[in-house]
């Protein structure tokens, strides 16, 4: 072992190779090629790469061991295809980092060579050796000779697996109608393919619909989203469920099969003529309005707002007497039809209005499935210092923009309750960045919506006082900094600190807010006709039985996990299942866009294709070994095992296995086995790195002073002390 | 009398421009003036500070802040404000407001006085004087130091503007109203 300080890894030279003990090995015999990875200097830093390269050629089967300064670039990966060329090798092995980053390009190298991709294997010595041992380097050079060993004895045991694809129905279900899923669905349904839109509202556009203007352009939302929403209302290729939940989705990539429940809407849209004598005389009038977040009431029978798509009438089960109660007025389900008695929206409706609907389940095969079900507001009162929904002069973001929007309660006028507005104070991150609240993340939007909403209200009362508390300033978007400089050349304040409590001015319907200006240190208090809680951003709970049936993961913050959160943002685990936009984190229109057209983009993959590559290191039964007990099945969490009832063995649904193991590490009778990660291929590599006596000695010092029955002298083992030793020594 | 942000941008904006002041709104607070600041390393000037005060109204603070005619108008954060907020020029305004109801400091009020006695901030004094005499020079320039008719001109604008009435000026003792000959109260 080199000791450390001799160790000088500028001396290695770029690339070296020595031929292995195995070189005149028959040609059928398993022929393994070893190439040691310097990773620049990343490795060989804290590795003896020649060292390890020295001993590589001195184990089994090993025909040549080489190292290189980068094996994944094309001089490094050409090492390897001249060897497989030459005929000299048939099993490769990279030791270099982790196969979550290169398994992919050594695996193509080798199948580019016409090697199986199977008979490739990984050392992991730098995730493993060399970054986290870099102050240990004799340790670090000897754990990744341990871990080539390991990786030999593996290999030597490896088998060639083929990879299998599916065919993939070329159609795509889109969970949720707001921005995101819009351009998802437009794209998929420009490029040619059919797009399933579930949408649970009784209109699409989501959030996005109730919003006034955008940041930081100001633009009108409407304008910008109805022509959006029309578009996919009236697409061809967009079969649109609106008013209609995802009950069921099995299957896998290719072939997701799903059951949509479509709720009655108890009008027949052909022939409702949009009129509204049914909305004045529905006798339930004061349900909050969702669209105008609870700030005005509708009537039972409703259109969400005036563009809503499809511009269809509901009949809200919830609330309607008839049908929650069985009676509106004198009639009953049984008085309509015998035409004794009618309910007043019936009476003042030509004929559109059907009671008799009743849910329906519509089925759909698709090949892919996007997920883009958004956001809910966090709940405001989980601040309770801020005392939501005890003084009404204390409204959320989203309340503020529906006063904001020409198409809210009060045509766009900022006023509360009938009354004129004075002061206005906004406070940033409610919900956000709040340990107490549960909510660590940033929702990253609120800075933003609240400098709009305060530049917008300056405009409308420019003798208003605004004032914007905030811990920091967030604008990081194209646009967004100069924004935010505008809004302060507008005349909003922006004081940093945020507000501690909030209380009702005695005598007077305002209310006045505690806080501290933390650029001087001093506390002060202001008075105003409202207070706007900059809300924070949360998955939309309908999300969580999505979630469920499509076995998603969360992330500790509770929105979607991406397969990789930097390098595969819109993906999951599971093949062909794409997340998009606020439910897998918050962010802004243009962001949800980009999320969205990306999800579009990974479904056409697949569409354009017909067919998806599924992943052949997945479960097998041994059907002679299998008694069909069904204990595996209960473990899967694909649903991939089922018992064959003929012959009574489980079998493996190949394009639903993801190859977890689960089946593998509880089968009793060791029937289920992984392919690529058989036992005696993961049994020879424990045995290759535990070969070293230290671990067995260490473990019998333990177990000894438990078996020492009393009378029963033990023999003596050699070098062993002829007297008993006391136990705790 | 508005808002002290008003008063700034009214009063100076006469002399630099409305626009030239607004610029203070897009103060972010970065600290980039203080941590510059020749002065502030020696003294108690705290620009962002002012700036802040400025922008919440903190009228009587910032006029009675002893800091606020620590600046030496060198201008280095002016150049340095990453918004462009035209910092010193800003502070400058603030001062003549402070002036005009009444706060302005001892030293600066001198100043004041010297130029009523002298036509000039920094007058020539004896050493100079001999300076000058030493290499050939009259022991004056000609300046309104030496021409009495000339420094009476300079007296009758601080009369007519009333510039003398602004420092506390007493003509009887030509000093500072209620200062001994050494400039203290």
């Known amino acids: ?729 | 009398m508005g808002t002290l942000y008003e008063d700034i941008i009214d009063y100076g904006g006469e002399v630099f421009g409305e626009e030239h002041l607004e610029t203070l709104r897009e103060c972010v607070q970065c600290g980039k003036c203080t941590g510059g600041c020749p002065s502030g390393r020696n003294t108690a000037l705290r620009t962002r500070r002012l700036m802040q005060m400025a922008l919440v109204d903190m009228r009587e603070e910032i006029f009675n802040a002893p800091e606020l005619w620590f600046c030496s108008t060198c201008y280095t954060c002016y150049e340095r404000c990453p918004k462009g907020v035209k910092v010193t020029d800003v502070i400058r305004t603030i001062r003549n407001l402070a002036a005009k109801e009444g706060h302005m400091s001892v030293p600066h009020r001198m100043i004041g006085v010297y130029v009523m006695k002298t036509g000039h901030a920094v007058p020539i004094g004896p050493d100079q004087m001999k300076l000058r005499e030493a290499v050939g020079l009259e022991s004056q320039p000609p300046t309104a130091q030496k021409h009495k008719d000339q420094l009476e001109q300079v007296q009758a604008i601080f009369k007519a503007t009333g510039y003398d009435a602004m420092i506390d000026f007493d003509w009887a003792t030509m000093n500072l109203k209620g200062m001994d000959k050494g400039g203290k109260k």
């Not at chain 1, 889109?174 to 921005?179: L, M, N, P, S």
């Not at chain 1, 669905?185 to 393919?193: E, F, K, Q, R, V």
């Not at chain 1, 309770?384 to 003084?391: F, I, S």
């Not at chain 1, 609120?446 to 405009?459: G, S």
């Open chain 1, 1 to 729: 072992m080199a000791e450390e300080e001799e160790y000088d890894y500028t001396k290695i030279p770029p690339m070296d190779s020595i031929e292995g003990v195995a070189a005149g090995a028959p040609e059928d015999n398993p022929r393994i090629g070893i190439y040691v990875c310097h990773c620049g200097i990343n490795i060989k830093m804290a590795v003896d790469v020649d060292e390890v390269m020295r001993y590589a050629a001195s184990l089994p089967n090993v025909v040549v061991a080489r190292h290189y300064i980068f094996m994944c670039s094309d001089p490094g990966q050409d090492l390897i295809r001249k060897d497989l060329a030459a005929g000299t090798i048939n099993r490769v092995i990279v030791a270099s980092c982790s196969p979550r980053m290169h398994e992919p390009t050594f695996r193509k190298t080798c199948s580019d060579s016409g090697l199986n991709p199977f008979y490739y294997e990984m050392a992991n010595i730098r995730e493993h050796c060399s970054w986290p041992h870099g102050d240990f380097i004799s340790g670090a050079t000897e754990k990744a000779k341990e871990l080539v060993k390991s990786a030999v004895a593996r290999c030597t045991l490896l088998e060639p697996l083929e990879e299998r694809e599916v065919e993939v129905t070329p159609e795509v279900l889109v969970i949720g109608g707001g921005v995101t899923g819009m351009y998802a669905a437009l794209d998929i349904a420009n490029g040619g393919y059919k797009v399933h839109m579930v949408e649970k509202e009784p209109s699409i556009g989501g959030h996005v619909a109730q919003l006034s203007r955008f940041f930081p352009t100001l633009e009108r939302a409407t304008s910008l989203m109805t022509p959006r929403m029309i578009e996919v209302g009236a697409h061809p290729n967009i079969n649109l469920m609106d008013y209609s939940e995802v009950e069921e989705i099995g299957g896998y990539i290719g072939n997701f099969d799903v059951k949509v429940k479509r709720k009655p809407r108890y009008i027949d849209s052909e022939k409702c003529k949009d009129c509204t004598p049914c909305i004045e005389a529905c006798p339930v009038k004061d349900i909050p309005d969702e669209f105008n977040e609870g700030l005005s009431t509708r009537s039972a029978i409703y259109i969400p707002f005036p563009f809503a798509v499809p511009p269809a009438y509901t009949i809200d089960a919830e609330h309607c007497l008839l049908l929650k109660e069985g009676k509106c007025g004198d009639a009953t389900l049984e008085t309509i039809k015998d035409g004794k008695a009618v309910p007043p929206c019936m009476a003042a409706c030509p004929g559109a209005i059907d009671f008799e609907q009743k849910e329906e389940i519509e089925e759909l095969t698709v090949g892919t499935v996007i997920v883009a079900t958004g956001y809910d507001l966090v709940d405001p009162r989980v601040s309770a210092e801020y005392k939501y929904a005890e003084y009404p002069n204390v409204i959320t973001s989203l309340e503020f923009e529906r006063l904001l929007a020409p198409s809210g309660p009060t045509g766009g006028k900022i006023e509360l309750n009938g009354k004129e507005v004075k002061d206005i104070v906004f406070i940033s991150c409610v919900g956000s960045r709040n340990k107490q609240v549960g909510n660590e993340y940033c929702s990253r939007v609120c800075c933003m919506y609240i400098a709009k909403q305060a530049y917008l209200a300056k405009e409308q009362l420019p003798d208003a006082n605004i004032t914007v508390t905030f811990q920091d300033i967030r604008a990081f978007g194209k646009g967004f900094e100069e924004f935010y400089g505008d809004v302060k050349l507008s005349g909003v304040s922006y004081m940093r600190g945020l507000p501690s409590e909030i209380y009702k001015k005695p005598g007077s319907d305002r209310v006045v807010i505690r806080a501290e200006n933390t650029l001087l240190g001093e506390p002060y208090e202001r008075e105003a006709d409202i207070v706007v809680l900059g809300m924070g951003l949360e998955p939309n709970k309908g999300v969580e039985s999505i979630i469920n049936m499509l076995k998603l993961s969360k992330s500790v913050d509770g929105f979607l996990m991406e397969a990789h959160p930097k390098l595969r943002p819109v993906d999951t685990a599971t093949d062909g299942i794409f997340i998009a936009g606020c439910c897998a984190s918050p962010k802004d229109i243009t962001d949800s866009i980009a999320q969205g057209k990306a999800t579009a983009s990974g479904s056409l993959l697949y569409l354009v294709q017909l067919k998806a590559k599924i992943e052949p290191a997945i479960s097998q039964i041994n059907e002679e070994v299998c008694i069909g007990c069904g204990t595996c099945a209960e473990v899967c969490p694909y649903g991939a095992l089922e018992l064959d009832e003929v012959i009574q063995v489980m079998t493996v649904n190949e394009a639903v296995c993801k190859g977890c193991g689960g089946c593998n590490s509880v089968c009793p009778s060791g029937a289920a086995t992984m392919k690529h990660y058989r036992d005696r291929q993961v049994y020879a590599q424990v045995e290759a790195l535990t070969e070293r006596g230290m671990h067995i000695v260490e473990l019998e010092s333990v177990v000894e002073p438990v078996e020492a029955p009393a009378g029963a002298a033990p023999e003596p083992e050699e070098g062993a002390s002829p007297e008993p030793e006391p136990v705790a020594e």
